[in-house]
């Protein structure tokens, strides 16, 4: 990962993660009025226990520093190093049987599936979409503005 802002929703469906030094992060939908339904348990199954719920609930960016510290991913790669740290990083997957790796990864994903299947059905009926807080977050992240107040509703 080597972008300023990193979409969080590509990078927590990764199995291994290597971003480079200072790259950015976010967890967007509760700032713009949805709920982190599936993210959140993504980034918490991760290990990332209160970092991941400060970040859910505040939205604010946090950097591959702080992801790695909260065990969010899995190398920080020095400026213009993360190709080769990601190899590295390959190579050693790579020495172990390949159906040993191929099932591990398929019970992972497979686990991850199921509690975002889950978290998202408890939070189908809250229908956030469907709120004036929504339209508002929706039409400020348009607009490139300040959100004006919100209203609960």
């Known amino acids: 990962v080597t972008a300023e802002v990193t979409p969080h929703h590509l990078l927590l469906e990764c199995d291994l993660i290597v971003a480079e030094e200072g790259t950015q992060f976010q967890i967007t939908e509760t700032s713009r009025g949805l709920g982190a339904g599936k993210y959140w348990p993504l980034m918490h199954y991760r290990g990332g226990g209160a970092f991941t719920m400060e970040a859910a ?5 946090f950097t591959a520093e702080e ?10 790669a020095p400026k213009g190093q993360y190709l080769e740290v990601a190899r590295g990083l390959a190579e050693q997957v790579l020495k172990n049987p390949p159906l040993s790796v191929r099932s591990t990864v398929r019970m992972r994903r497979h686990y ?3 509690l975002s299947r889950e978290v998202m059905f408890m939070g189908v009926t809250v229908r956030l979409y469907l709120s004036e ?6 039409r400020a992240f348009a607009e490139k503005r300040k959100q004006a107040k919100f209203k609960g509703r």
């Open 133 to 138: 807080d929504y339209q508002e977050a929706g």
């Open 112 to 114: 991850m599936d199921r």
């Open 57 to 61: 609930l505040t939205g604010r960016f």
């Open 67 to 76: 992801a790695f510290k909260a065990n969010l991913i899995n190398r920080v």
